[in-house]
Each structure stands twice: as C-alpha cells, then as structure tokens.
C-alpha cells in the first residue's frame, strides 16, 4: 500500500503562484502515472493533469485545458514525488487538490488507486 501526502495549498491573490508537492511512503510509484485532481465545493471531483512513468516510452504530460499553460506537472522518482505548479492563478483554480496514483493513465478519478488526502487551494480576488 502507498500512501500519499499532499502539501504547499494556501491562501493566494490572484494571479500568484503555488506549488503543491506529494510525497508516497509504503511503496515505490516510479513506475505509476502521477496526477493531480480538484474539487471545488458542491462541485464533482475533476482531473487537472498527469505525468507518466519515465519506464513506459517516455514521460508524458496531459493537462484539463482550463489550466494548461498555467500548470506544469512534474515528478522525482528518487524522491517518490510529484509536484505541481500552479502561476497566474484565477478564483476558479479555489478547490481542494488532491494528488493520485495509478498504474496507466486515464482523466478519471474513479479509477484512480492511490489517494492522499488533499490540500486546500484558496485564490482571492
């Protein structure tokens, strides 16, 4: 079993910067895609962007278009990591994030495998 810990979520002004790390114990997922999910309030959890494993044909990044050129996703695998970076932050990006494992990759959280627990992301306006 893996367990992911998510971490840098805070309070921000728009148009600023965060960058969210997770971090997996219990196991290795140098071999799983990474991704990011949010959840806003009364709203469905939604994909935000994945990373692949390097030992499968390379790494590839996949980003939900509301967010792309604005995030970037990356992985440590010597650090069992993934992180996110998140610039020019809008109020829309306020959600709960959560970071994901699996061993293929897909834009739905349903079938995802390993979760943390999630950080809560506010940007003010």
């Known amino acids: 079993q893996a367990q992911l810990i998510e971490s840098g979520g805070g309070l921000v002004q728009a148009g600023g910067s965060l960058r969210l790390s997770c971090i997996a114990s219990?196991?290795?997922?140098?071999?799983?895609?990474m991704a990011w999910f949010r959840q806003a309030p009364g709203k469905e959890r939604e994909f935000v962007a994945a990373?692949?494993?390097?030992?499968?044909?390379?790494?590839?990044?996949y980003y939900e278009d509301s967010v792309k050129g604005r995030f970037t996703i990356s992985r440590d695998n010597a650090k069992n990591a993934v992180y996110l970076q998140m610039d020019s932050l809008k109020p829309e990006d306020t959600a709960v994030y959560f970071c994901?494992?699996?061993?293929?990759?897909?834009?739905?959280?349903?079938?995802?495998?390993?979760w943390g627990q999630g950080t809560q992301v506010t940007v003010s306006s």
């Open positions: 994901a494992a699996k061993r293929t990759y897909s834009d739905r959280h349903d079938t995802y495998e390993y």
């Open positions: 219990g196991r290795t997922l140098k071999d799983y895609v």
């Open positions: 990373i692949t494993a390097p030992a499968f044909s390379g790494i590839w990044t």
